[in-house]
């Protein structure tokens, strides 16, 4: 009875400690989809400059790269593109 007893403790206490870290967890993964989406919204509304850099040493760094522009960079759809006519 005594080991059936210490078993369900210490298997609250090990769920108590997973709901902690999974809580933890789920704070920092919606912090940051906040943060890439106000990155996104300071882009698309140019107050936002990102500066992105990589490496064609071994391709390190090229596939994040990548990413990051099809992720904060807005497509053409989203901006709108001025153009100035130059009288001649």
């Avoid at 106000?38 to 698309?44: D, E, K, P, S, T």
Wanted: hydrophobic fraction near 40%.
């Amino acid at each position: 009875m005594n080991s059936v007893k210490c078993f369900w403790m210490k298997k609250n206490l090990m769920n108590n400690k997973f709901m902690c870290v999974r809580n933890n967890l789920l704070n920092c993964f919606s912090w940051y989809c906040l943060l890439k989406d106000a990155i996104r919204r300071g882009v698309i509304s140019r107050k936002f400059h990102p500066i992105f850099v990589g490496s064609a040493l071994k391709n390190k760094g090229v596939q994040p790269l990548l990413d990051s522009v099809t992720r904060y960079l807005p497509n053409p759809a989203e901006v709108e593109n001025i153009a100035l006519d130059e009288l001649g």
